[in-house]
């Protein structure tokens, strides 16, 4: 997905990968496969045996190449961006079928076959397919009515044809539809050559015929006919200006015709439509059913299509555990715990180590339905503690039944007094029990240790954790989360954006530090299916980072709620998002927003500009027209070879009676620290991270060092180490300056 888009309908075509109303022979041969000398050969080809909707007479194809099967149903699947269940983003995707002549990594076109019999446009009722044989004429006809839904024929358009007798029975009414469409003409004046080989720029004529004149049906992402606790859907279509109209029930009737009720569906102002059973439900399920319809001003409607969900979340559960790590000699446990009931699907896991265990959030399942503590109790074998990673009810709710049965609590100071406060009387006893931990507690579970980290954001005191021996971070809300079929996007607004991209610098930096292998391995978000490695780590940061670079031009209106409301949502959402990747294709992906800033419609808010409701160096208001340029500040400092003495970093007033506060850390706008150094230190490597990838210039003792880059200087106790950064407009100069102490 783009940033951003000027225009809902322009963007339903471009977003999805589709191609424009009419193709280049050059472009059609790429879909195709096609060498470029045949490429060449096709555009300069004097005949074909197809025409589009010119009405001129067909003749013979002189140098056209023959498809095969494969090769052609590939054009479709192609055109269609339909996506191959190895590369699809959902957990809850229904098994791949395929034929017994067709493997993935051997044979050509794979994945598009297996899609095209995935969506229905070929069958195996044989269990064969033939890729490498000639697709006929009338077998290419009745796989464009499956995939273009095109209707009968009220009338006979074949009696033109001398060998009308010889099309198959099964594929008359294909063929007839076709020709009476005008996509397709004969052979020949007076015969169709059903038996026929098609060609490349038969398939590329027909594809422009049939896609210049007939809206292409409605498609949706994810995928119809699967089961799963939520289901968020995004209704597009490949034909580029096309309207889409929609109507929808929940209880398994028959929607109305959306042709005559539809409601129209814009992406860009209403984001996905979200099917939930929601919390007021009184079934266990509710079944889906949704139907669309593209329209566009001077071309034919599509086909009303019809798509069905099962929605399932019960109104009562039990806890469930799936095994995600076995023990090793130098590796915990891990068991990652859920309840089918739960509305936001909310994991717990439980880390053991050879002494101890240690529990990770609290579950959202209400604590006097069911209790987690003696579900924890059937899997673990020794005594343990838990962590709480923040106070929302979905990752705390179950606080109470630990603590009333002896089990120590602990949370961020912030969290406790935040959980304290609440009105709930079992939040408050609980509060009360905790115990409050800063940044870098550790939990010693015996073979492996667990180190917790403070990273507010998406509420002020949130706890992060590392198994120390593995790389495995956990990260409650932290890190956003990969679901698909949810479409998250994590609120990340307690924290100025340009703050928090220093503090999570920072944090993975403790990370790396922290882990005895110097790397992080594995991380997980409490609302992820599947963990991610570094690249997903670097998709979020980069969701921070392209604001910063780019300014409002990086975002875009949240696929929550678009610009303006969801209408199958009961909150109107009007706010900016930041993405990175694709979210049906990539588990990678990572989504903030949902509320990052007061709304599209509002001035630019998510930036630090000088407050005195709390500590705060900045003097620039990076909220203003192109304040984003200004930037001239570091969002991180390594020191290699010495310890960066940190300050207390604020970001908001106090709250509950503690203040919102980190210690220790490096504050952007705060521009001299001391550096420990050894009484013998020779030098140092100094790392300095602009907050801006666009700055001007960045220079260390002058001498100028590169974005991502490090240099060694020459350092002595007493020495003075500068960094100097210039912003991108080269309006703003910040200079930091290093005094080396004795350690």
């Not at 992060?464 to 990340?492: E, H, K, L, P």
Request: aromatic letters at 10%; hydrophobic letters at 40%.
């Amino acid at each position: 997905m783009t940033n951003k888009t000027p225009s809902a309908r322009v963007t339903q075509a471009t977003v999805d990968g589709t191609l424009p109303e009419s193709m280049s022979r050059r472009l059609f041969g790429q879909l195709l496969g096609l060498p470029a000398a045949l490429m060449a050969s096709a555009a300069t080809a004097t005949a074909v045996t197809a025409c589009g909707g010119d009405g001129g007479d067909a003749v013979v194809s002189q140098d056209g190449a023959t498809l095969t099967r494969g090769s052609f149903v590939a054009t479709l699947s192609k055109y269609f961006d339909w996506v191959h269940s190895s590369e699809y983003n959902d957990p809850y995707k229904l098994t791949q079928p395929t034929f017994s002549d067709v493997r993935l990594g051997v044979t050509p076109n794979a994945k598009e076959i297996e899609t095209a019999l995935e969506e229905a446009i070929i069958s195996n009722q044989q269990g064969l397919f033939y890729p490498d044989q000639p697709v006929t004429r009338e077998e290419a006809a009745e796989i464009y009515v499956r995939a273009f839904k095109i209707p009968t024929a009220g009338t006979d358009a074949l009696t033109v044809f001398s060998d009308a007798g010889s099309i198959s029975a099964g594929r008359r009414a294909s063929v007839n539809a076709m020709v009476a469409a005008g996509f397709m003409k004969g052979s020949s004046g007076t015969t169709f050559g059903p038996g026929d080989s098609l060609t490349g720029g038969d398939a590329r004529l027909i594809l422009e015929a049939i896609t210049s004149r007939l809206v292409v049906p409605p498609r949706v992402s994810c995928r119809r006919a699967t089961l799963a606790a939520r289901r968020y859907v995004r209704i597009s279509t490949p034909t580029p200006g096309a309207r889409i109209y929609y109507t929808y029930t929940f209880d398994g009737s028959e929607p109305a015709d959306p042709a005559t009720a539809g409601v129209e569906y814009d992406f860009v102002n209403n984001g996905v439509l979200q099917f939930v059973n929601p919390l007021t439900s009184t079934t266990d399920f509710r079944l889906y059913r949704l139907k669309a319809i593209a329209r566009k001003d001077g071309m034919t409607s599509s086909a009303v299509q019809t798509f069905t969900w099962n929605i399932v979340r019960p109104q009562t559960g039990a806890f469930q555990a799936r095994l995600v790590h076995a023990a090793t000699d130098n590796s915990p446990v891990v068991w990652k715990i859920n309840n089918p009931a739960e509305y936001f699907q909310a994991f717990v896991f439980y880390i053991e180590g050879t002494k101890r265990g240690l529990v990770f959030d609290a579950g959202e399942y209400g604590y006097q339905k069911a209790n987690l503590k003696a579900f924890i109790d059937t899997i673990a074998t020794k005594p343990y503690d838990i962590v709480v990673g923040h106070n929302h009810p979905d990752h705390a709710e179950q606080i109470y039944n630990f603590t009333s049965a002896g089990v120590r609590l602990y949370a961020s100071t912030i969290e406790k007094a935040a959980i304290s406060a609440s009105t709930r009387t079992d939040f408050q006893v609980a509060g009360g029990a905790a115990v409050g931990i800063g940044d870098g507690h550790t939990f010693d579970l015996g073979n492996v240790q667990v180190t917790a980290f403070v990273q507010p954001g998406h509420t002020n005191g949130l706890v992060t954790a590392i198994v120390n021996q593995t790389g495995w971070v956990f990260g409650s809300d932290m890190f956003c989360c990969n679901r698909a079929y949810t479409a998250d996007t994590t609120q990340y607004n307690l924290v100025k954006v340009d703050l928090f991209l220093s503090l999570t610098q920072q944090l993975l930096a403790n990370y790396v530090k922290t882990s005895t292998t110097g790397l992080i391995t594995e991380v997980t978000n409490a609302h992820q299916e599947v963990p991610v490695g570094m690249e997903g780590v670097n998709n979020f940061v980069k969701c921070f980072q392209q604001l910063i670079d780019l300014g409002d031009a990086a975002s875009a209106p949240s696929i929550r709620g678009g610009r303006v409301g969801n209408p199958t949502s009961p909150t109107t959402r009007n706010s900016r998002m930041s993405m990175v990747g694709d979210m049906w294709r990539d588990k990678n992906w990572m989504a903030v927003g949902n509320s990052l800033g007061t709304g599209l419609d509002s001035p630019v808010d998510y930036f630090t500009a000088p407050t005195t409701a709390y500590p705060c160096g900045a003097t620039i208001n990076y909220n203003a027209a192109d304040g984003f340029k200004k930037y001239s500040v570091l969002s991180n400092l390594e020191i290699g070879g010495g310890t960066l003495v940190g300050v207390d970093v604020y970001w908001a007033a106090p709250a509950n009676g503690v203040p919102n506060k980190l210690p220790n850390k490096f504050d952007p706008w705060t521009y001299a620290y001391p550096v420990k150094v050894a009484a013998n230190t020779a030098s140092l490597v100094i790392k300095p991270t602009a907050m801006s990838n666009k700055i001007s210039s960045m220079k260390v003792n002058g001498t100028a060092v590169a974005q991502g880059s490090a240099l060694t200087v020459a350092a002595a106790v007493g020495s003075v180490i500068t960094v100097e950064v210039v912003s991108p407009d080269g309006s703003s100069t910040s200079s930091y300056k290093l005094t080396l102490v004795q350690a």
